[in-house]
Structure formats: structure tokens, C-alpha cells
């Protein structure tokens, strides 16, 4: 069978060369994207090799580090899932890039490219739940497309309906039934009404939804109250923005339902820049907010050459303007260079969701 890292090389149409790891698991590594062993000891950065027991070392014995490469990651992830589960979670959250981020930042690569990768991640997340016993007897693993034409081509890229054991495509409107001959009309009118739930279903691990479906993730929740629910490399925090514009789902989407999505396993990178009032007058430096559940939030600052020095860890998840500032003071600039920093930082920290300003959340597992 092959492996989840040769399968993600051939989603991005990428050659491969030989064997990186030994055993008797072969996992190759695409000649023309950086290595799934990282500089910075994640599937993250940019493509320098490096150790991962090197990165590992910055973070305490007792708290889990990013990982080396993206079999480690699925695992990662797949065990912060299996414990939420065991302890009554059913709103999980799974966010970390899904290609090296030198790759994401290039501007070839298309939402079908991410979209394949997710795919193919997505069904090694599931096997491992499948194969777990924490979802019931007979269960299977949903993995749900937003629509019937996207389950299709997703058929189509995963070779089956029922990809692994235990595993079927399912979707959000329309279920496991045919798409309509006018499928690009139906992909554009959905209604919370056409939202269907699986009887087999153990868990719906939840790919590609944009922000116009997640009206239908809370139906499905309500059709499916004791079935876990994981919105996999759904960028959340992307979406909850677009809550409230013209032509988009109320703010009450948040406020009701996505306040309750626990992220059991959070990446997220972040690069940042300070100006000086002298030479080199721009610093630039790069940190990833972490965790790994039930662990808590990891600010970790990016030191180069594979390591991470743990700057702060939260039990609740800080907003993305509080991390920023973490690890700007975490920079340890003498006295002299602090004095002539202009801080780039503005009057607003965080976003009206991270805010809850009104005190209108029903829930605070997001923070959780």
C-alpha cells in the first residue's frame, strides 16, 4: 500500500526520489518541494533537513513539539482527536498547512493542489480514527465534500467512494446520492434544508467548506448531536471574518456554533516584521502558535536551523494580536535597538469573534 507522503507527492503531481526514512515504510520525498523534514522541524517552513530531535529539545519533556514530518503530524493530530472524542468533545477543530509553506506561499499552486492534499491527509486522519475504537461498533469515518459534485471528484482523486476501511465520502447537501445534471446551479443554491446526516457515520471529518456552508456543518450537528464533527484545514479563523458582509451567514453563526469548535490540533505560522529607526531598519522574525490537545497553546519563536524557543503556554487560546506580541518581546533586542524600534502594532489587538465584545458567545471551548 502506498504511504500517506508518496500519495500527498503524487496529489501535487511532484517526482520522487528515493527513500528518507529507513524501515520498512518507504516515504519518498518530491524532488521539487522542500523536504517533509523541515528546518524548522514541521511540514511548515522553508526546506532546509534538519533533525527533528533537535527541535524537539526547545520544548519541556512534558509538552509535545511540532512535528518533523507529516506522518508524524497525522499521528499527532490523530491522538489530540481520539481523546477529545473519549472525553465527550464533538466539535473539534484540526488547522495546520497542508503543504510546506514555501510551496504555500507560491503563487502556481492552486486550490485544487491544496484541496488534493487535504483530501489525501484527511484519509490518514481516518484511517487512525477507524482503526482506534473510540467512534462505536460498525462505525465509519465520513470524510464530507460540501456537495454531491465535489464528493465525485473526490471519488475520482481517491480512486473509490469507500477509500480505506471503515471510510466513505459523504457531502453535505446531497449525501451519497448522484449529482443533478445541473450540478454548477446546485453548487450555487444551497439551503440548510438539503443537509443530511449518515447513518453509519462515527465522525464527519469535514474538507474544502467554504464560509456559504457553515450554516449546513451546525444542521449537521443538530441531525447528528452525538457524532463528532471535525473541520479539517477549514481556516475558521478566515472564515468567521466574512460572518456579517453582504451576501454571507450571520455573525450569529460564531456567536451559536462555531464558538463551540474545540481545536484539538492547531498549527498556525506566523512572520512578522519590526522597523528600526537604524540599520538593518527591518527586523523580520517568524513564530507558530501550537497545540496539541489536552495540551495548551505553545508560542513558539522560531530560532533557525530547526529549533523553537518556547516563549509562552497558554490554557486558553491567545488572539493572534496577543501571540504577535509575545513573540516580539521574546526577541530579546538589547536595550539600545529596543529603544529605536517603531512598533508596528496598532490600536486593535484582536477580532470582533476573538473579542466578544457583547457577550453573545454560548460557549468558550473555542478558547478550550
Not at 456579517?244 to 505560522?269: I, N, Q, T, W
Not at 540599520?279 to 533557525?304: C, I
Request: aromatic share 8%; net charge negative.
Amino acid at each position: 500500500m502506498r504511504c500517506a507522503t508518496t500519495l500527498l507527492a503524487a496529489a501535487l503531481a511532484l517526482p520522487e526520489v528515493s527513500c528518507w526514512m529507513a524501515g520498512s515504510t518507504c516515504v519518498r520525498v518530491p524532488v521539487s518541494a522542500p523536504s517533509l523534514t523541515t528546518r524548522s522541524a514541521s511540514p511548515l517552513l522553508c526546506a532546509e533537513p534538519a533533525s527533528g530531535a533537535a527541535a524537539a529539545a526547545e520544548a519541556p519533556s512534558s509538552l509535545s513539539a511540532p512535528p518533523p514530518s507529516f506522518l508524524d503530524l497525522i499521528e499527532q493530530a490523530s491522538e489530540a482527536t481520539i481523546t477529545a472524542v473519549k472525553e465527550g468533545s464533538n466539535l473539534l477543530e484540526i488547522e495546520f498547512p497542508p503543504v510546506p509553506l514555501s510551496r504555500l506561499e507560491d503563487s502556481a499552486i492552486s486550490a485544487y493542489d491544496l484541496l488534493s492534499a487535504n483530501l489525501q491527509l484527511s484519509l490518514e486522519l481516518s484511517k487512525k480514527l477507524a482503526a482506534s475504537g473510540a467512534l462505536g461498533e460498525g462505525k465509519s469515518v465520513a470524510i464530507t465534500l460540501p456537495d454531491a459534485a465535489e464528493r465525485v471528484r473526490a471519488s475520482e482523486y481517491l480512486g473509490d467512494d469507500n477509500p480505506a476501511a471503515n471510510v466513505k465520502l459523504w457531502a453535505l447537501s446531497g449525501g451519497d446520492t448522484e449529482p443533478s445534471p445541473f450540478g454548477f446551479l446546485t453548487s450555487l443554491i444551497k439551503s440548510v434544508g438539503d443537509t443530511q446526516a449518515a447513518e453509519w457515520a462515527g465522525a464527519y471529518i469535514l474538507v474544502g467548506v467554504s464560509c456559504q456552508e457553515l450554516p449546513q456543518i451546525r444542521r449537521l450537528a443538530e441531525l447528528a448531536p452525538n457524532v463528532p464533527i471535525i473541520a479539517f484545514n477549514l481556516k475558521l479563523d478566515t472564515l468567521r471574518g466574512d460572518l456579517g458582509l453582504p451576501g454571507f451567514p450571520s455573525k450569529d453563526v460564531h456567536h451559536e456554533f462555531l464558538c463551540k469548535m474545540k481545536a484539538v490540533y492547531y498549527m498556525r505560522p506566523r512572520s512578522y516584521s519590526l522597523s528600526l529607526s537604524r540599520p538593518p531598519f527591518l527586523l523580520s522574525y517568524q513564530g507558530v502558535l501550537f497545540r496539541k490537545y489536552p495540551e495548551g497553546f505553545q508560542t513558539l519563536l522560531d530560532r533557525g536551523q530547526g529549533s523553537y524557543r518556547q516563549v509562552a503556554v497558554d490554557e486558553k487560546r491567545p488572539n493572534l494580536g496577543g501571540f504577535k506580541a509575545k513573540l516580539t518581546e521574546a526577541l530579546k533586542l538589547s536595550d539600545e535597538a529596543a529603544s529605536s524600534a517603531i512598533s508596528q502594532v496598532g490600536n486593535k489587538q484582536s477580532t470582533w469573534w476573538e473579542d466578544d465584545k457583547d457577550g453573545r458567545d454560548i460557549s468558550k471551548e473555542w478558547r478550550d
